[in-house]
């Protein structure tokens, strides 16, 4: 069911009204959320929401008190992570790392079969590594975070960036829009790039490379056995994996000595949230 309001009460009733509906037609046990922030170590209060009104919100108690039946809730980046893992890409790899690229960047981090969330719950913030000090501005506050080079809005912004830069090489691009740089949208930019346009392609370059780069990072920091990559701008698959793969594979510290992961695309798309999500809530 898709909210339009933000506010955390519709959004909150929004979900109880589907529950209900659902339980109409079938037997419910429990109830599993994947919520977009900060979600305590509980799996019960979400802390911060940046995208919606969350703050210090006690989302399972709400939720529970409408339902009557226990709630789990999970930041939605582990519950897509845990979904790719259990049903999806990850499937019998013990040690991946689902990271999903749209517009920002979230990651969820399987480590031993078991979904690491950290101390407090606030683990696998990937998007919110510095890349650049004193880089591109970024919506938590801070400047040159991961997601600001290599999400599906950088994707966009260099796209517009290069097509005002290299107008007559962009025909293609500029054509599917309505013909200026800044009209440009991510879809766009897959398939102008799809149809060989060189500044689209360009612009895959460079989120490609700084999305490997990022994951070498995480490689030297976690070694997992592979990477799924989600998110919208994974359904441009071939456009993006070689040269991720190739960037990650030249700048990762030990590289010639060390059994390097595998980068796959996931495959359950905007349902990885939802069935990691209803999983996790059989583990409470
Ligand atoms: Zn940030």
Known sequence: MATTERDAESVERTVADLVL???????????GIGAAGFVDEKRSRVNFAPNLGWRDEPLRMAIEAA?????????????????EYRFGAGQGRDFAITVTVGTGIGAGIILGGSLYRGRWGAAGEFGHFTVDPGGRPCGCGNR???????????????????????????????????????????????QAAREGDPVALAAFDF???????????????????????????????????????????ESVSGRGHRTLPSVVIATLGNAAGLIGAADLARYR
Do not use: K, M
Request: proline share 3%; hydrophobic share 40%; glycine share 12%.
């Open 21 to 31: 509906q659902l339980r109409a037609d079938y037997e419910i046990e429990a109830v």
């Open 67 to 83: 339902v009557e039946v226990p709630v789990v809730v999970e930041n939605d980046a582990n519950a897509a992570a845990w979904g």
């Open 144 to 190: 040159g975070c991961w997601e600001q080079y290599a999400s599906g809005n950088a994707l966009v912004r260099e796209a517009r960036y290069l097509a005002s830069e290299r107008r007559t090489e962009a025909e293609t691009l500029l054509g599917l829009g309505d013909g200026t740089p800044e009209g440009v949208q991510g879809r766009h930019v897959t």
């Open 207 to 249: 989120v490609s490379r700084w999305l490997g780069q990022g994951l070498s990072d995480v490689t030297s920091i976690l070694d997992p056995a592979c990477f799924v990559i989600g998110g919208g701008v994974s359904e441009a698959g071939d456009l993006l994996l070689p040269s991720t793969v190739r960037a990650l594979s």
